[in-house]
């Protein structure tokens, strides 16, 4: 039985749990279909929390002080408008919130080290047109159970998030140090219903779960330890989109193997469908995730960060690398193309350590129908500072993804705010978000070490030929009303 508790609705909680394994069927509810993430367009990216039609961005704290209990954490909403999202908390009122375990309405309590906000995602889980938030809170302990993990769900409404009923719920069995809600992802994964499934990880693989009647149900588990593919996989990431074209989002699973003594990231990808979410293949990368139209062929494509091997080393690659399959009737094809900093036409040479893929974001920067691909490396060193970050943008084209108009940027950048300081690790999250609905993708990215731990968040705008560092703005917890001092702001940033 799932533990679940809820807030402002009276419906009783009830869960049903079905065997899981590829080719069984999931069975899920009637609602009204969400849309599958993955794509260029605002319905595809699931990020609409009150129906407006502009991109919403949700941002975590996971070690913000709430309540004076440190690191209990915090989430930060942001909506779209016809001039963007609001950088501050004062005009216009109701652009944007801070939400936490002690917000009135929602489930739980703020405690020490429950790290709320330390993995978020978006998705229409009740079918009601308004996307929904979906909480990790990693740290949480289920009475004596430390570190079990618990998971929020806040609904989205005309009124944005929070307004009506929420859920918390925790893993069918809670375990001490799993961790269950570190990270998560929502799309519609199968047939006989028109709402989006939800996939949470913890350290024994994901547990599934669907909207029915007003309660969530459990469906299962994917163990990542025993799938078929020849890689024992920890979990570490989340990622969906619909490589195959079939009308079903697909779950990528990635992060590392002990058979290889965790030195490479993988992925395992499970295929949607109208009666199964099955297992289909391994891929080699899962450092970073993220999936849209790279080459406009109505297929997603699948990006991937990687580690760099000892061979990347001896041929001075070795700063990290990225990996595109691109699409296709089969899902995901290889050969893998395999992008670094050492690649013609991209700025910058790779260097030990850079972590370029760390994080991926997947959106049309220019407006030009093909999906661009922002690139984050929290370990880039500027100059002699170490670890300032810096992020990079890559071009999609009809051939797939191009060097040709490539960017970068970094706090010493002309007319980027800020400076470049030792640990600030610009490019830890990296979100690209069309919140003005003008068909153009502003660049979201995070530094959650800068001003020692505080965080910071940075926002670049779009234009016709790419980002702009010009117009560019930056902004921390405090200007949206959270508690900043060592909070850790940005350190998840929805997908």
């Known amino acids: 039985m799932t533990n679940v508790s809820r807030k402002k609705v009276s419906a009783a909680v009830a869960s049903a749990t079905f065997l899981l394994l590829a080719g069984a069927g999931i069975v899920a509810a009637p609602a009204s279909y969400?849309?599958?993430?993955?794509?260029?367009?605002?319905?595809?990216?699931?990020s609409d929390f009150n129906g407006d039609g502009y991109d919403d961005v949700l941002i975590g704290a996971p070690s913000g002080t709430v309540d004076g209990k440190e690191g209990a954490g915090y989430v930060t909403v942001q909506y779209g408008a016809p001039n963007g999202i609001a950088t501050n908390n004062t005009v216009p009122k109701g652009r944007t919130a801070v939400i936490s375990q002690s917000t009135p309405g929602v489930p739980g309590t703020s405690e020490t080290y429950?790290?709320?906000?330390?993995?978020?995602?978006t998705g229409d889980l009740d079918g009601d047109g308004y996307d929904d938030a979906i909480i990790g809170a990693p740290g949480e302990d289920e009475g004596t159970v430390e570190d079990a993990g618990r998971v929020t769900v806040l609904y989205g409404s005309k009124a944005g998030l929070g307004a009506e009923m929420n859920d918390s719920f925790t893993s069918a069995t809670p375990k001490a140090g799993a961790r269950f809600g570190q990270s998560v992802a929502a799309a519609r994964f199968t047939g006989g219903a028109d709402t989006d499934s939800m996939a949470v990880l913890d350290d024994n693989g994901a547990q599934l779960f669907t909207y029915h009647t007003g309660i969530l149900h459990s469906l299962g588990t994917l163990n990542t330890t025993t799938h078929p593919g020849g890689h024992r996989?920890?979990?570490a990431y989340l990622t969906t989109g619909d490589y195959d074209r079939n009308g079903f989002a697909d779950l990528v699973i990635s992060g590392y193997s002990p058979d290889d003594d965790y030195q490479q990231g993988w992925s395992a990808l499970y295929a949607g469908g109208e009666t199964s979410l099955a297992y289909r293949q391994d891929l080699n990368g899962g450092l970073g995730t993220a999936s849209g139209d790279i080459n406009h062929d109505g297929y997603d494509d699948l990006v991937l960060g990687q580690l760099s091997s000892a061979d990347d080393k001896a041929e001075g690659d070795d700063g990290g690398k990225t990996a595109v399959y691109y699409g296709s009737s089969e899902g995901p094809t290889g050969p893998a193309d395999w992008w670094s900093q050492n690649s013609p036409g991209v700025p910058g040479t790779s260097e030990h350590g850079d972590a370029w893929g760390n994080d991926l974001s997947v959106g049309d920067v220019d407006g030009d129908g093909y999906a661009d691909v922002a690139v984050g490396a929290p370990g880039e060193d500027i100059g002699t500072v170490q670890d300032a970050g810096a992020v990079w943008l890559l071009r999609g084209s009809r051939d797939g993804l191009t060097a040709t108009g490539a960017q970068s940027f970094d706090q010493n950048t002309a007319n980027i705010p800020g400076t470049a300081e030792?640990?600030?690790?610009?490019?830890?999250?990296v979100r690209l978000a069309d919140t003005n609905r003008d068909g153009r993708a502003e660049l979201v990215a995070s530094a959650p070490g800068e001003n020692s731990g505080d965080g910071y968040v940075w926002l670049l705008p779009a234009g016709p030929n790419g980002l702009l560092a010009d117009g560019s703005s930056l902004y921390g917890a405090?200007?949206?009303?959270g508690a900043a001092k060592a909070a850790r702001f940005g350190a998840a940033i929805d997908e």
């Open 233 to 235: 996989l920890q979990p």
């Open 422 to 429: 030792a640990d600030d690790a610009w490019g830890s999250q």
């Open 478 to 481: 405090a200007d949206l009303g």
């Open 34 to 46: 969400a849309g599958v993430p993955g794509g260029t367009s605002a319905v595809d990216r699931n």
């Open 114 to 121: 429950d790290s709320f906000g330390q993995a978020i995602a």
